[in-house]
Nanobody
């Protein structure tokens, strides 16, 4: 059974940090490009970051550049999203997704498998 499970969300104060994990079961994650997406209440889902399966190249949306870092641990079949200097506007449900294409993008339609999401709330 193919499955992606996110973890690591929670409540954090502005300026704080969280590390999200996306763990795969039923398939080998390192052959896939992985994307992180988020959806805030009343807003459309947006792509945040992705990491390519071919060469590990990464992409970040402008609003998180310099604050978020995506990485992968193939031995653990897991991709991480380290989020630092969090802002209230980062509050959203964060989901990871897997795309069989070798080079990542944040086009939702490219992604084949999705996790259920984890809530991130940034508030004082």
């Amino acid at each position: 059974q193919v499955q992606l499970v996110e973890s690591g969300g929670g409540l954090v104060q502005p300026g704080g940090s969280l590390r999200l994990s996306c763990t795969a079961s039923g398939f080998i994650l390192d052959y896939y490009s992985i994307g992180w997406f988020r959806q805030a209440p009343g807003k459309e889902r947006e792509g945040v970051s992705c990491i390519s399966g071919s060469d590990g190249s990464t992409y970040y949306v402008d609003s998180v550049k310099g604050r978020f870092t995506i990485s992968r641990d193939n031995a653990k079949n897991t991709v991480y999203l380290q989020m630092n200097s969090l802002k209230p506007e980062d509050t959203a449900v964060y989901s990871c997704a897997a795309d069989w294409r070798p080079h990542c993008s944040i086009q939702e339609g490219n992604y084949d498998y999705w996790g259920q999401g984890t809530q991130v709330t940034v508030s004082s």
